[in-house]
């Protein structure tokens, strides 16, 4: 099991994230001592970018806990390479998951920009750090990853089921290219 902390912590200064961590970690040791869990960072998890910093606030004063992850998110149609260079940077001396991104602009809609998710991917293999997409739903935004109407049904297996951006994503686990025509 995977617990992640605070989700796109926004307006908090990294002490205030840090100090929130220190308090919530040992809880979750209690019920799950070997647990990952991931760190909001501030800025929609950007490691501060939005709000005008970078990963160096984090590197200067860790989380002190074993186990543990900094989250970053990504939107792939609206962070491009100066985002990708912050993150490569970052790896060499964070332990990182995306655990958000998208193949479209942050607003989780639009079109699909598939060019720079595949950079993001590289880049993320290149770095072995793990990736969640959001969202695995049938919503009517181009992120969504299943047609509309797909989960009031049954049938969820092969391309049929899956948006453009659901069939790259797909494309990409089974082949290591994404491919949004499957």
């Not at 992640?4 to 809880?27: C, F, H, L, T």
């Not at 970053?72 to 993150?87: E, L, M």
């Amino acid at each position: 099991m995977i617990y992640e902390i605070a989700n796109e912590p926004n307006g908090v200064s990294w002490d205030g994230i840090k100090a929130y961590a220190d308090e919530v970690i040992p809880v979750i040791r209690n019920n799950a001592p070997e647990s990952v869990v991931l760190v909001g960072t501030r800025g929609f998890s950007s490691l501060g970018l939005s709000e005008g910093s970078d990963e160096t606030e984090i590197i200067d004063d860790p989380v002190t806990f074993d186990n543990i992850m900094y989250t970053f998110h990504f939107y792939a149609a609206s962070h491009g390479a100066d985002r990708r260079a912050v993150v490569a940077r970052a790896a060499q001396r964070l332990p990182l998951f995306v655990s958000e991104f998208g193949t479209q602009t942050f607003t989780g809609d639009g079109d699909n920009d598939f060019d720079s998710t595949t950079a993001w991917l590289d880049l993320l293999k290149e770095h072995k750090i793990s990736y969640a997409m959001w969202s695995f739903s049938d919503g009517r935004e181009t992120n969504s990853t299943f047609v509309p109407g797909t989960c009031a049904g049954t049938e969820y297996a092969g391309n049929d089921v899956l948006t453009e951006a659901g069939r790259y994503l797909r494309s990409r686990i089974l082949t290591g290219v994404g491919d949004p025509n499957g």
